[in-house]
């Protein structure tokens, strides 16, 4: 009697690829960083610009970034002190170095320890994942910033920054 091993082998391979994808959907692929979780600091953040997931920077560029809300980018985004600390314990819980170590990680190759970029869009592989993109697409009525991750990535409030 023979045994037919083709077909069984094709299954495995199909089942054992199938496996790989599924795991990857769970991760939530190589551009999902957890989008913020604290309501008051989505709320807060979030009024002006997209509340970006604290796992795409270390946690001293938070503390820098809460640490001067007067200056927030040519903006005053002063909270009271309580908010602050609120927010600042929150995203540096969860930044790329600490909490969101399983995301953020990739965000931080190519940085040297203890440095602690203020845009997300300073760090290396933001600007590798980006090098392509021409200036005028960046000069869009609808983009018009760097920081402006929704307007090509139509799912980032939900974390996910495929194309």
Request: net charge positive; aromatic share 8%.
């Amino acid at each position: 009697m023979r045994i037919a091993y083709r077909p069984i082998v094709l299954g495995l391979l199909a089942a054992g690829f199938s496996i790989l994808l599924l795991q990857r959907a769970l991760a939530g692929g190589g551009h999902y960083f957890p989008p913020v979780g604290d309501p008051l600091v989505n709320e807060e953040c979030g009024s002006c610009h997209l509340a970006y997931p604290p796992s795409m920077l270390p946690a001293a560029s938070w503390r820098r970034l809460i640490g001067d809300l007067r200056n927030h980018f040519g903006d005053d985004a002063s909270v009271d002190a309580p908010t602050a600390a609120r927010i600042t314990d929150y995203l540096t819980a969860n930044a790329a170095d600490s909490g969101g170590r399983r995301y953020g990680e990739k965000m931080l190759r190519g940085l040297a320890p203890g440095e602690a970029p203020l845009r997300i869009t300073e760090l290396p592989r933001w600007i590798r994942e980006h090098r392509k993109v021409p200036d005028r697409d960046w000069r869009h009525k609808d983009v018009r910033t760097r920081a402006n991750c929704p307007a090509c990535h139509v799912d980032a409030q939900r974390g996910y920054f495929d194309e």
